[in-house]
C-alpha cells in the first residue's frame, strides 16, 4: 500500500485530504511540520509521495530539507498565488485556490504512473 505524507498547519486540508486518500486505499498521514515529517522518516517510515503547502519552502533551512527529499520522492506543492514561494525542482504545483479533489486526483496519477 503506498504511503502519503500530507505536510501543512492548515488541519482542514490535511484532514480532508488524508480521508479521502484512505478511502482510495491510500496509507495517507497527516504531519503538522516538516520537522514532524524528518522524525517519521527517521523512525522508518518512508513516503512514495508528500503533499506538502508551499509555506513551507519560504524557510532556506526547511526548503533544502524538502529539495533533498524531492530528489527521491515526488513532491505535491500546494501553493499561494498571492505568495508563492521559490520554485521546488522536480515537484509538481498546484496553486489555490485548489480543491481537495483535485489534490486527491493529482497523488493518485501520481501513484498510478509511478506503478507502471
Sequence with gaps: MPVVFIVSREWDLRGAVRAELR??????????????????IAGGVAPDLVVLDGDYLHHPPTRQA?????????????????NPAPPLPGAELLSRPVQVKEIVARVLARLGAARS
Design 23 to 40: 478511502e482510495a486505499g491510500i496509507a495517507a498521514m497527516g504531519m503538522e511540520t516538516v520537522d514532524d515529517m524528518a522524525r517519521t
Design 66 to 82: 524538502v529539495q533533498n527529499l524531492a530528489s527521491r520522492v515526488p513532491v505535491l506543492v500546494v501553493d499561494s498565488r498571492a
